[in-house]
């Protein structure tokens, strides 16, 4: 019964984006992007005689965890060939020209016709599924044609269907895996409780790759300069009730400054941005050599500069979570920021939960709340720092634990 409503849903789903695609750009690249996906993969792949590993990753997030992965892969065992699918578009257009990758692709619907086709086609090895990804015909694909298959930054939720009483088909699919590698002992718990013991606890590879961005990053000196001897907000990904909060803060409080990048930066929000702030501030994009001496605030405008920002920076407000949903806290923490975000949206992002457990993080209701955490010296920013940091290196690691734990396999198929 549960493998017939999967395959209705995946009906349903092939049904639903086929319909949208008329009127929904990104949906009409989710289908058009699989057109002729099988002649295409014939062809490249006919004279193929590496060994064939393969990693999928549902968008653009999942690829930037399983980067790490594919890169460590490709160090280790040049001699492999690396396919790269994606499921959305989102992932795809950004990361099709990804130099590492052998092939790059969409990945098609999950049916058993097109995994069967798939993995016929392409005859991978072994097998890498980021995060959420549990496709239940083209795992079943892969254990017949023999391919090792890993699960890697897995995180599930006690409300999932894998976790209730109907979900025995659901439980099955997980069985697929030869190993599942889980961001933390709770999970591990959670699947361990439903006898899936295939686990162990490598942590989250994002943690990673974002470390390795931070650790490559140079001052630039219009911020040092802005910096020097004042303690500064980085207002990252920030939106206009995010600026609300902050705002009254950067008011009352002449001897901070902030660095605020807007996750939109249409002229409507930056203006916005503007606004609300109501003091000094200068975009970016206008400052010539150094900004004005009576300067509060850098307003970027444009996208890219944030995660080198945090460097510059003695607390981070990350925005989103009044909306949304969070936005990246790791950039920040992996500086040894402590973060503060709204109380509303952030509850299924692992990053932040653990950051307030630990004490590297605060999230706050009004701009009421921030002033009284920054004015009433209660919040001891360097502790929160410590915190922050101690955090990050304690889940750097993972990539390792991972390749550590499949080196044994890749061996054997070189010796055979």
Not at 166 to 182: A, E, M, N, S, T
Not at 234 to 239: D, F, K, Q
Not at 370 to 383: H, K, R, W
């Given at each position: 019964?549960?493998e017939?409503?999967?395959?209705l849903?995946i009906?349903?789903l092939?049904?639903?984006v086929?319909?949208s ?5 990104k949906?009409?690249k989710?289908v ?6 099988f002649p295409h993969?014939?062809?490249?792949f ?8 393969w ?5 653009l ?29 989102s992932?795809?257009e950004?990361r ?5 990758a ?5 990945m098609?619907l999950?049916t058993?016709?097109?995994?069967k086709?798939?993995v ?5 090895k072994i ?21 090792w298959?890993?699960?890697i930054?897995a995180i599930f939720?006690?409300n999932?269907?894998?976790f209730k ?14 190993h599942?590698?889980?961001?933390n ?9 439903i ?5 162990s ?10 470390k390795s ?11 040092t300069?802005?910096s ?8 990252g ?10 705002a009254?803060?950067?008011?009352q409080?002449s001897?901070?400054?902030a660095?605020?990048a807007?996750?939109d930066?249409s ?5 916005l941005?503007?606004?609300i702030?109501?003091i000094?501030?200068e ?5 010539e ?11 970027i405008?444009?996208?890219?500069m ?6 510059y920076?003695?607390i981070?407000?990350i925005?989103?979570?009044?909306g949304?949903?969070?936005h ?6 992996c ?7 709204g109380n509303?949206n952030y509850?299924?992002f692992q990053?932040a ?7 590297g993080?605060f999230?706050v ?45 890749v061996q054997k198929?070189?010796?055979s």
């Amino acid at each position: 019964m549960g493998e017939f409503f999967y395959r209705l849903g995946i009906s349903f789903l092939s049904l639903g984006v086929k319909i949208s695609a008329l009127f929904n750009a990104k949906s009409k690249k989710f289908v058009e992007g699989r057109r002729d996906l099988f002649p295409h993969l014939e062809e490249r792949f006919k004279d193929v005689d590496q060994p064939v590993v393969w990693f999928h990753c549902a968008s653009l997030g999942e690829f930037e965890q399983g980067r790490p992965v594919m890169e460590a892969f490709k160090n280790e065992h040049p001699d492999f060939f690396i396919l790269l699918t994606f499921f959305s578009p989102s992932g795809y257009e950004v990361r099709k020209n990804y130099e590492l990758a052998d092939y790059i692709c969409y990945m098609p619907l999950d049916t058993a016709e097109n995994a069967k086709r798939f993995v016929e086609i392409t005859n991978p090895k072994i097998g890498f599924f980021v995060k959420y990804e549990f496709w239940h015909y083209h795992l079943k694909a892969l254990a017949k044609a023999d391919c090792w298959v890993y699960s890697i930054s897995a995180i599930f939720r006690s409300n999932q269907r894998f976790f209730k009483f109907h979900g025995d088909f659901y439980r099955k699919i997980l069985k697929h895996f030869d190993h599942i590698f889980v961001q933390n002992k709770k999970v591990a718990a959670l699947l361990k409780g439903i006898h899936i013991h295939n686990v162990s606890v490598s942590g989250d590879t994002r943690f990673d790759r974002v470390k390795s961005i931070t650790d490559s990053i140079k001052p630039q000196d219009l911020f040092t300069e802005f910096s020097n001897g004042q303690s500064v907000v980085i207002g990252g990904s920030t939106w206009d009730p995010d600026i609300k909060v902050i705002a009254p803060f950067l008011q009352q409080n002449s001897n901070w400054k902030a660095i605020i990048a807007p996750h939109d930066i249409s002229e409507t929000n930056l203006k916005l941005h503007e606004e609300i702030l109501k003091i000094p501030t200068e975009r970016f994009s206008k400052i010539e050599a150094v900004a004005a001496a009576n300067t509060r605030v850098i307003l970027i405008d444009n996208i890219g500069m944030l995660s080198s920002l945090y460097q510059y920076g003695k607390i981070a407000f990350i925005g989103g979570a009044f909306g949304d949903g969070l936005h990246n806290t790791l950039e920040a923490a992996c500086f040894g920021l402590p973060v503060v975000f709204g109380n509303k949206n952030y509850k299924k992002f692992q990053e932040a939960l653990d950051l307030l457990e630990n004490g590297g993080a605060f999230q706050v209701a009004n701009a009421k709340d921030f002033l009284f955490i920054m004015n009433s010296g209660q919040f001891n920013i360097e502790e929160a720092s410590k915190n922050a940091s101690e955090y990050v290196k304690e889940n750097i690691g993972a990539t390792e634990k991972i390749m550590r734990y499949i080196a044994p396999i890749v061996q054997k198929m070189k010796v055979s």
